[in-house]
């Protein structure tokens, strides 16, 4: 079992940036692939980035790429997701999620999730 604990939410203003933690217990995440979804009212959950279990390689969403990084720290057994130049369209809960197959982009094959935390990007 994998336990995951997102944090780093928060009310920012637009253009603004924030830092989202997913932090692991239980299991290693250094053979379990890493992704981010968010989800905004009234809409289904959506793929935001993925990182592989080396952390070599990553994958984002075109609605953030450019302004999102997808980081991996082993040793800490934590994930970042680095969110620069906000928009209030991405005003959602954000989750992190573990899988051991990398470059999943759908919520469905995720075995171990976190709570979620909130982001609220103010105009």
């Known amino acids: 079992q994998v336990q995951l604990v997102e944090s780093g939410g928060g009310l920012v203003q637009a253009g603004g940036s924030l830092r989202l933690s997913c932090a692991a217990s239980?299991?290693?995440?250094?053979?379990?692939?890493m992704a981010w979804f968010l989800h905004a009212p009234g809409h289904e959950r959506e793929f935001v980035a993925v990182?592989?279990?080396?952390?070599?390689?990553?994958y984002y969403a075109d609605s953030v790429n450019g302004r999102f990084t997808n980081s991996k720290d082993n040793a800490k057994n934590t994930v970042y997701l680095q969110m620069n130049s906000l928009k209030p369209e991405d005003t959602a809960v954000y989750y992190c999620?573990?899988?051991?197959?990398?470059?999943?982009?759908?919520?469905?094959?995720?075995?171990?999730w976190g709570q979620g935390t909130q982001v609220t990007v103010s105009s």
């Open positions: 990182i592989s279990w080396t952390g070599s390689h990553t």
């Open positions: 239980g299991r290693t995440l250094s053979r379990y692939a």
């Open positions: 999620a573990a899988d051991s197959n990398y470059g999943v982009i759908v919520p469905a094959p995720y075995d171990y």
